[in-house]
């Protein structure tokens, strides 16, 4: 069973940065294939970004390609996502997720989940 906890949201202005954090606990986390996706107030979870178990794959979504970079450190069991030059449709809860093999881009393949950590943008 693994275990996710991100960290790193808060409230950033239009064109600021942040930058989240995912560790991962109780699995061997080098094996996993991680992502990142966001859910705004009433809309579906969105794919955002996700990196191979080794590091050297790395898939974004459309409305962050350019401006969100994915990176792993597997030695500290984390996953990260900088975010820059955020805008207000950023604004969203903000999962990491993994899952064993390849890397995936829809939320149904991903077995696991962190509880989330939300991100604003004002504008």
């Known amino acids: 069973q693994v275990q996710l906890v991100e960290s790193g949201g808060g409230l950033v202005q239009a064109g600021g940065s942040l930058r989240l954090s995912c560790a991962a606990s109780?699995?061997?986390?080098?094996?996993?294939?991680m992502g990142w996706f966001r859910q705004a107030p009433g809309k579906e979870r969105e794919f955002v970004a996700a990196?191979?178990?080794?590091?050297?794959?790395?898939v974004y979504g459309d409305s962050v390609k350019g401006r969100f970079t994915i990176s792993r450190d597997n030695a500290k069991n984390t996953v990260y996502l900088q975010m820059n030059s955020l805008r207000p449709e950023d604004t969203a809860v903000y999962y990491c997720?993994?899952?064993?093999?390849?890397?995936?881009?829809?939320?149904?393949?991903?077995?696991?989940w962190g509880q989330g950590t939300q991100v604003t943008v004002s504008s």
């Open positions: 997720a993994a899952r064993q093999g390849i890397v995936m881009t829809t939320t149904t393949q991903y077995k696991y």
């Open positions: 109780g699995g061997t986390f080098s094996s996993y294939a």
């Open positions: 990196v191979t178990w080794g590091g050297g794959g790395k």
